[in-house]
């Protein structure tokens, strides 16, 4: 151990950027390899050692066949998503993309003006991401507060949104690990209004939580322990104030 603290390599990125590369998880920039071994006392060839392997990692990365469709940032997110052991997240307007139908994503992405090719693109990364978070034996809990708002928005058809609907609550009941919940109109003011949507990915290594937020442009991570602090408030108070899918009534 060469006895480093994560602010004594705070030069290199973020904590949680630390702790994915400690934990072999891409992707890798050659000059942070060389950097973090210099810092941790490694010789000349553990440091040759370890560039070769992360490169090896990079090339594994099931992600870089969509960077055409990805926006920047969203790649990382992927990434967290299927290592993460919590996915707790809110959305006012919209399905999380883990729980949405093929139908529904077609038509998003219709309305987001995607030109066929991409959402050719962007149908087989949704494939590729739902097999990735909830195909292996030991899947995330995801719990979604979903904005009443959200099942009366039409997106591509009624017969869409109906069919949607009936696949939030399949997926309720047959899922041990998901959990489908509604804020209705109801509630009134809620912390929510002003922020808007987030995801608080939860990990089981000690202080590697994270905040994803998005952007028409990009994504951003907040990981910051007091900025932690007031999502995970935020994020109490809409679980309180919404209702288990099974308990809402349309």
């Given at each position: 151990?060469?006895?480093?603290k994560?602010?004594?390599?705070?030069?290199?990125?973020?904590?949680?950027?630390?702790?994915?590369?400690?934990?072999?998880k891409?992707?890798?920039?050659?000059?942070?390899?060389?950097?973090?071994?210099?810092?941790?006392?490694?010789?000349?060839?553990m440091?040759?050692?370890?560039?070769d392997?992360?490169?090896?990692?990079?090339?594994?990365?099931?992600?870089?066949?969509?960077?055409?469709?990805?926006?920047?940032?969203?790649?990382?997110?992927?990434?967290?998503?299927?290592s993460?052991?919590?996915?707790?997240?809110?959305?006012?307007?919209?399905?999380h993309?883990?729980?949405?139908?093929p139908?529904?994503?077609?038509?998003?992405?219709?309305g987001?003006?995607?030109?066929?090719?991409?959402?050719?693109?962007?149908?087989?990364?949704?494939?590729?991401?739902?097999?990735?978070?909830f195909?292996?034996?030991?899947?995330?809990?995801?719990t979604?507060?979903?904005?009443?708002?959200a099942?009366?928005?039409?997106?591509g058809?009624?017969d869409?949104?109906?069919?949607?609907?009936?696949?939030?609550?399949r997926?309720?009941?047959?899922?041990?690990?998901?959990?489908v919940?509604?804020l209705?109109w109801?509630?009134?003011?809620?912390?929510?209004?002003?922020?808007?949507?987030?995801?608080?990915?939860?990990?089981?290594?000690?202080?590697?939580?994270?905040?994803?937020?998005?952007?028409?442009?990009d994504?951003?991570?907040?990981e910051?322990?007091?900025?932690?602090?007031?999502?995970?408030?935020v994020?109490?108070?809409?679980?309180?104030k919404s209702?288990?899918?099974?308990?809402?009534?349309?």
């Amino acid at each position: 151990m060469a006895g480093k603290k994560p602010e004594d390599v705070r030069s290199v990125g973020s904590r949680q950027k630390i702790w994915r590369m400690e934990a072999g998880k891409g992707p890798f920039k050659y000059a942070d390899i060389r950097a973090l071994c210099f810092m941790y006392g490694a010789d000349e060839a553990m440091t040759e050692r370890l560039t070769d392997l992360a490169a090896r990692a990079d090339a594994e990365n099931i992600w870089e066949d969509f960077t055409d469709v990805l926006i920047p940032g969203f790649g990382l997110y992927l990434d967290l998503e299927q290592s993460a052991a919590a996915i707790k997240t809110y959305d006012a307007e919209l399905i999380h993309g883990l729980l949405q139908t093929p139908l529904y994503h077609e038509h998003l992405t219709i309305g987001e003006g995607m030109a066929e090719n991409a959402r050719r693109r962007d149908a087989e990364l949704r494939i590729t991401r739902m097999e990735t978070a909830f195909g292996g034996a030991d899947p995330p809990l995801v719990t979604a507060v979903i904005g009443e708002s959200a099942l009366h928005r039409i997106i591509g058809s009624a017969d869409i949104m109906r069919e949607q609907l009936r696949y939030l609550r399949r997926l309720s009941d047959e899922k041990t690990n998901v959990e489908v919940r509604i804020l209705p109109w109801s509630g009134g003011a809620h912390p929510g209004l002003r922020g808007g949507a987030f995801t608080l990915l939860e990990f089981t290594e000690p202080d590697t939580d994270v905040v994803y937020l998005e952007s028409q442009a990009d994504a951003r991570y907040l990981e910051k322990e007091s900025k932690l602090r007031t999502y995970r408030d935020v994020w109490e108070t809409l679980r309180q104030k919404s209702v288990r899918l099974e308990e809402y009534t349309t």
